[in-house]
């Protein structure tokens, strides 16, 4: 292709102007960069995406099952016995999660309460995030036999440090609530509240501030007596089988609940809106750098300009020879392609480079005190959707450029005639 080659010799053949040779280069460092900054860039939030992920799956369940419009599900551990028998559920348990105020010595704090049944810590991964103690199962009557003097409480770290409360047999942390039904005696005013009184059995850490700020887990017979709920549950939380199909398992879950009265939820869903900001914030840093993307692609326009200068005896010999314009115009479309190209090329795998050391060896790190992170290093992903995005967008730039270019050429060469 005759424009090709002509553009190819006009990018690398040394100029009378040496300005215009520094200026290709840096128009072509400017794209470069961009482009490696946009790989980069959205392969850290993909990262950061991943760890959410991970993070979630160590305490969200596998399927969430809430009210759609009630507050509360009602006959719920029948529901939550016949979703069990499910082929591909491994567990299923209703959840009743409201909010009352904590007490543990001179310390109070509002704090929100889970109660779980027995068999809880095969719906997640609590044992696993224990930081002091240990996690009682709900169905261990252990506490009663040997003379403990009531049921144990689960706190998260949050609640842990505010209220001072930590694993011991010789301090209670109490829970009080308002009462939630009968009538209210104002000489009493004491009477309109329950408490019920627990002792701490463990402290756990997840590193996600939605469940380390202030989640207290209580038996559900015991949350069952202090919320004055009798057999009902916020929610129903399932964990699937090992040899479970998830869809399968969730379609069936769907066939038998239906979508009116209950959201169905899996992980995902559970914690959209902190994977719905992560992409936003992802997209508006994208959209920066394509801004960024954007003005360097006006330097390219500053090195064709020059170049058509530069270029003009050529021209006038290319008229001579028979060239038209269509083809001085496609010489400077191709060649303003081609800065944009070959700088958005090197920028993208400079950038594939750096995403794979820092996947490999970790050598950029968080800022920060790292005694007190569990994550220290940059994440890091690449995504074959996110290098295509990023080439689209440089190759359109690329031809945006060029065309912009080549007119100008064109109506330059039609000028001088």
């Known amino acids: 292709m005759l424009p090709l080659r ?39 939030f993909n990262g950061f995406t991943d760890l959410a992920s991970a993070r979630l799956s160590a305490i969200d369940p596998d399927i969430r099952i809430s009210p759609r419009q009630s507050k509360v599900i009602a006959a719920a551990d029948s529901i939550a016995a016949a979703l069990a028998r499910i082929e591909g559920v491994g567990a299923a348990a209703p959840v009743l999660q409201q909010k009352a105020l904590a007490i543990a010595g001179d310390a109070q704090l509002p704090v929100t309460v889970k109660g779980v049944p027995g068999g809880y810590p095969a719906i997640t991964s609590l044992p696993s995030l224990l930081i002091d103690g240990v996690m009682i199962d709900a169905s261990d009557t252990t506490y009663a036999a040997e003379g403990y003097p009531g049921p144990f409480a689960l706190l998260s770290i949050g609640a842990a440090i505010n209220t001072g409360a930590r694993p011991s047999l010789e301090t209670p942390f109490q829970l009080t609530v308002p009462r939630r039904t009968g009538h209210i005696n104002p000489a009493l005013p004491m009477a309109a509240f329950v408490t019920d009184t627990l002792y701490v059995s463990g402290v756990y850490q997840t590193n996600q501030s939605e469940y380390d700020e202030d989640l207290v887990y209580i038996p559900l ?76 692609s006006f330097n390219i326009l500053s090195t064709m300009s020059m170049l058509i200068i530069e270029k003009e005896d050529n021209m006038r010999i290319l008229a001579a020879l028979g060239a038209t314009q269509r083809m001085v115009r496609r ?23 750096l995403c794979l050391v820092q996947q490999r060896f970790g050598l950029i790190s968080l800022g920060g005190d790292h005694t007190h992170m569990s994550v220290i290093v940059y994440p890091c992903r690449l995504a074959v959707t996110d290098l295509l995005i990023t080439c689209g967008v440089v190759a359109a730039i690329g031809f945006i450029s060029g065309v912009v270019s080549s007119r100008s050429a064109a109506g330059y060469e039609k000028n001088k005639r």
């Open 6 to 44: 002509i553009a190819l010799r006009y990018l690398f053949a040394k100029k009378s102007h040496t300005a215009v040779n520094v200026i290709s280069m840096i128009s072509m460092a400017g794209i470069a960069v961009a482009a490696m900054a946009m790989v980069c860039v959205l392969s850290v």
């Open 221 to 296: 017979d015991v949350a069952r007596r202090l919320f004055d709920y009798p057999d009902e549950a916020t929610s129903i939380e399932i964990a699937f089988s090992a040899e479970a199909d998830p869809l399968t398992t969730t379609s069936e879950i769907h066939k038998i609940l239906g979508n009116e009265d209950f959201v169905i939820a899996d992980r995902l869903m559970q914690q959209e809106a902190s994977f719905r900001m992560i992409q936003i914030e992802k997209w508006i840093t994208f959209a920066m750098l394509l801004f960024v993307l954007v003005m360097a």
């Open 331 to 353: 010489i400077f479309l191709c060649e303003g392609m081609l800065i944009a190209l070959i700088g958005g090329a090197i920028g993208i795998v400079t950038g594939i480079a």
